[in-house]
């Protein structure tokens, strides 16, 4: 672990990484005990590594698994949340993007003019939140790293997109009565640290990237970050939360007066038609 100049056993390593997600858990108020979490799962290291983490700290836990209709890698994220979720008897809510929206990520993009990665996003956001309210959930967790949101803010100053700067935190509250509270208790930890987790306990993962990510922005960004972070250790976590200790808190308590109810679906959106609804309506009309 160069970031903290030392060495640990299988042993610390399970005790360094929930004390992270405790102090992360409690640092940002992300959620009570009684609270129903539900964790987005992929089949990715990150979000059953979240999962196992949240069981074993005793949280009310279930898992969300989109099935995006991406070919062998998705059929392969499918069975590995599926293996997890039963030998843990844990609860797994799974939505087809093909069964329910009548088309997979590849059809959706080609429809729509969207990439790839676009279209999931739409798809994944909306059903996450949709899901996670009519199931009654509190929470809505997922498994980004430190790695992850180092890179998404690096993004965001090259490009000084204030108003995601602004939001860019860890734990969101709902500024919606549609919209669930959405936390990252993975935030504190280092991709590789969470990679050792999962070897040592044992959860079989995906280990291959989603084939649509090839090229993508954010993977070029933790490259960059990747080469600065083998030359100075810790640079990710002092960009990353060197940001959090400056940022200016958003004033969430104003985003009400930016959505409305979509005029389709009823779900909160700052258009009239929802983007998923309007993906939606390309499908039907689609010959």
Not at 181 to 191: D, G, H, N, S
Not at 231 to 260: C, H, I, N, V, W
Not at 262 to 277: E, K, L, N
Request: hydrophobic share 35%; charged share 30%; glycine share 6%.
């Amino acid at each position: 672990m160069p970031r903290h100049n030392t060495s640990v056993c299988g042993n610390c390593l399970n005790d360094y990484v929930v004390e992270q997600v405790k102090r992360a858990i409690k640092d940002q108020a992300m959620f009570q005990r009684g609270d129903r979490i539900l964790v987005a799962v992929s089949g990715g290291k990150d979000s059953l590594s979240l999962w196992d983490i949240l069981t074993r700290l005793g949280y009310d836990t279930a898992g969300l698994h989109i099935q995006q209709g991406i070919g062998d890698y998705s059929e392969e994220s499918y069975r590995k949340t599926i293996a997890f979720s039963e030998s843990r008897g844990a609860e797994l809510i799974v939505h087809s993007l093909k069964e329910e929206e009548g088309a997979g990520v590849l059809e959706l993009a080609e429809l729509t003019d969207r990439s790839p990665c676009s279209a999931c996003g739409v798809m994944k956001r909306y059903n996450f939140n949709k899901i996670a309210r009519e199931r009654g959930f509190d929470v809505l967790a997922t498994g980004h790293n430190l790695d992850d949101e180092a890179s998404r803010l690096l993004g965001n100053v090259l490009r000084w997109q204030e108003d995601y700067l602004a939001k860019q935190s860890p734990s969101l509250p709902a500024t919606h009565d549609q919209l669930v509270k959405k936390v990252k208790p993975l935030y504190r930890l280092a991709e590789r640290e969470i990679t050792a987790y999962a070897v040592v306990n044992k959860i079989d993962y995906v280990i291959e990237e989603c084939p649509m990510s090839v090229g993508s922005k954010m993977l070029v960004n933790k490259e960059v970050l990747n080469r600065l972070e083998a030359d100075a250790p810790g640079t990710k976590q002092a960009f990353y939360f060197g940001f959090l200790e400056r940022q200016r808190p958003a004033d969430l308590s104003r985003e009400d007066d930016k959505l409305q109810s979509c005029t389709r679906c009823g779900q909160p959106t700052s258009a009239a038609i929802c983007s998923y609804c309007r993906i939606l309506e390309k499908v039907k009309t689609a010959p």
